[in-house]
């Protein structure tokens, strides 16, 4: 008798190898972002401190150390470049809480709600500009164009999903360009640098960018998908503010999709923003369940994973690009 085979479980993604790879030059990556958030405006460091100290992943710089580490590149100047890319992200979320009114970001009450809208915008313009001082210390021209050009194609993604913000009409395709602006621009930019900053080919720089923009994609796919399914003490926000906020997102755009009538009448009225309270929301949820639209949105973000991980086969199978790879199925795994 043939003995019956049990798989063996696979084992869950984690960010741990990225993490362990990135470490030493990350510690210098912190030193310089807590150096360059000082000012002789004490409300600056407190601000930014409050949203900086808060326990992000820092996913955005780690792709500029791995990328570094992938290409065998030894000098210092990616830690500068690191910090300059953190900022950008940072000033983003603090003008991004003061246009969506949010209460909560990485678990703690949002900078908005605590400082204020007029000192969370002025010190999100500080903190753009310290990136700015930061790439241009770095001396190199296509460094400064390429996270230049990211921090605009931000700036219009954002507005971009303000002008479809509440629109039910809004299509898969115009969705996936504007988190292909408002995310995956910095993703692709953070990994693009250190190919630059290595003297690598084109072929090697494409590649990174490639890795980076489809990571960002699926990163964004899935914390779309969470809105809708994790709860506020893991997402570190208030659940549903996507919702609320009457934002078109994949789970919403499929749900509506593949909804009867009666379904798409009540989604017409909650992305105008007449449907938001919380059995609302629950109802959101359910018709989302229905319709499987959070495992199509996760299943899209798999493709676009897996097309980050082929972007980066062109180098050489090393520890940097099996935590790479990891890091993209992580961001597909990942609950929060």
Same mark, same amino acid.
């Given at each position: 008798?043939t003995?019956?085979?049990?798989?063996?479980?696979?084992?869950?993604?984690?960010?741990?190898p990225?993490?362990?790879?990135?470490?030493?030059?990350?510690?210098?990556?912190?030193?310089?972002?807590?150096?360059?958030?000082?000012?002789?405006?004490?409300?600056?460091?407190?601000?930014?401190?409050?949203?900086?100290?808060?326990?992000?992943?820092?996913?955005?710089?780690?792709?500029?150390?791995?990328?570094?580490?992938?290409?065998?590149?030894?000098?210092?100047?990616?830690?500068?470049?690191?910090?300059?890319?953190?900022?950008?992200?940072?000033?983003?979320?603090?003008?991004?809480?003061?246009?969506?009114?949010?209460?909560?970001?990485?678990?703690?009450?949002?900078?908005?709600?605590?400082?204020?809208?007029?000192?969370?915008?002025?010190?999100?313009?500080?903190?753009?500009?310290?990136?700015?001082?930061?790439?241009?210390?770095?001396?190199?021209?296509?460094?400064?164009?390429?996270?230049?050009?990211?921090?605009a194609?931000?700036?219009?993604?954002e507005?971009?999903?303000?002008?479809?913000?509440?629109?039910?009409?809004?299509?898969?395709?115009?969705?996936?360009?504007?988190?292909?602006?408002?995310? #995956? $621009? !910095? *993703? &692709?930019? =953070?990994?693009?640098?250190?190919?630059?900053?290595?003297?690598?080919?084109?072929?090697?720089?494409?590649?990174?960018?490639?890795?980076?923009?489809?990571?960002?994609?699926?990163?964004?796919?899935v914390?779309?998908a969470?809105?809708?399914?994790?709860?506020?003490?893991?997402?570190?926000?208030?659940?549903?503010?996507?919702?609320?906020?009457?934002?078109?997102?994949?789970?919403?755009?499929?749900?509506?999709?593949?909804?009867?009538?009666?379904?798409?009448?009540?989604?017409?009225?909650?992305?105008l923003?007449?449907?938001?309270?919380?059995?609302?929301l629950?109802?959101?949820?359910?018709?989302?369940?229905?319709?499987?639209?959070?495992?199509?949105?996760?299943?899209?973000?798999?493709?676009f994973?897996?097309?980050?991980?082929?972007?980066?086969?062109?180098?050489?199978a090393?520890?940097?690009?099996?935590?790479?790879?990891? #890091? $993209? !199925? *992580? &961001?597909? =795994?990942?609950?929060?």
């Amino acid at each position: 008798m043939t003995a019956e085979i049990v798989p063996l479980p696979r084992k869950t993604p984690t960010l741990d190898p990225m993490l362990a790879l990135t470490a030493p030059g990350m510690n210098s990556v912190n030193a310089v972002i807590l150096d360059r958030m000082q000012s002789e405006i004490p409300l600056i460091p407190a601000l930014a401190g409050h949203l900086i100290s808060g326990g992000g992943k820092r996913l955005r710089p780690m792709l500029t150390l791995a990328g570094a580490e992938l290409v065998g590149y030894n000098g210092t100047r990616h830690h500068k470049l690191a910090a300059a890319v953190e900022f950008i992200h940072t000033a983003t979320l603090l003008h991004d809480d003061v246009v969506d009114g949010s209460e909560m970001r990485r678990g703690k009450a949002a900078a908005n709600i605590i400082f204020g809208n007029p000192a969370t915008v002025l010190v999100g313009d500080f903190l753009f500009s310290r990136s700015f001082e930061l790439m241009t210390e770095d001396g190199s021209l296509k460094v400064l164009k390429i996270l230049s050009n990211a921090s605009a194609v931000i700036a219009e993604g954002e507005v971009d999903q303000l002008t479809a913000q509440r629109r039910i009409e809004t299509s898969e395709e115009r969705y996936l360009s504007i988190i292909g602006a408002k995310t #995956a $621009a !910095l *993703f &692709a930019a =953070a990994s693009r640098i250190a190919a630059v900053v290595a003297e690598c080919s084109e072929r090697e720089e494409q590649a990174l960018d490639d890795y980076g923009r489809n990571l960002g994609v699926a990163f964004q796919l899935v914390d779309d998908a969470i809105d809708y399914d994790s709860d506020a003490a893991q997402m570190g926000k208030d659940r549903g503010d996507d919702f609320r906020e009457g934002k078109m997102t994949l789970p919403v755009i499929l749900a509506y999709a593949r909804g009867s009538e009666e379904e798409r009448k009540f989604w017409q009225a909650a992305i105008l923003g007449h449907r938001t309270s919380d059995a609302d929301l629950e109802q959101a949820i359910a018709l989302i369940a229905k319709h499987g639209a959070l495992e199509a949105t996760r299943d899209r973000a798999r493709h676009f994973a897996e097309r980050a991980i082929d972007a980066i086969s062109i180098f050489p199978a090393n520890k940097a690009r099996a935590a790479m790879a990891e #890091a $993209a !199925l *992580f &961001a597909v =795994a990942r609950g929060y």
